[in-house]
């Protein structure tokens, strides 16, 4: 496995886990749907940071790590920002 894989799966695991913290520190009942929906989306944020690297090539691992938290914290927000505000304006008309 190169550099570039190792640091992709790095990535993951701290997404994964920043998705699982959001749900346990939140007050909402945990269900098996709502913790695999978490973890997949931090996943998938902390893994997309990645691609500042097609920008910053010499950028450090520790920033990039920074970087994902970064973006699975408030990108995860966002989401569900967007998604209860769509839900519910669907739910209104």
């Known amino acids: 496995m190169?550099?570039?894989?190792?640091?992709?799966?790095?990535?993951g695991i701290f997404g994964a886990l920043i998705g699982l913290?959001?749900?346990?520190v939140g007050d909402e009942k945990i269900t098996f749907r709502l913790l695999l929906?978490?973890?997949l989306l931090g996943v998938a944020l902390a893994v997309s940071s990645?691609?500042?690297l097609i920008q910053f090539e010499n950028l450090s691992?520790?920033?990039l790590i920074g970087l994902a938290?970064?973006?699975g914290i408030?990108?995860?927000t966002g989401i569900e920002w967007l998604l209860k505000r769509g839900k519910s304006k669907s739910e209104t008309e």
């Open 2 to 11: 190169d550099e570039i894989e190792k640091t992709l799966i790095r990535l």
């Open 61 to 63: 691992e520790l920033a």
């Open 21 to 24: 913290a959001k749900l346990l």
């Open 50 to 52: 990645g691609t500042v």
């Open 37 to 39: 929906g978490r973890i």
């Open 69 to 71: 938290c970064t973006l």
């Open 74 to 76: 408030s990108g995860q």
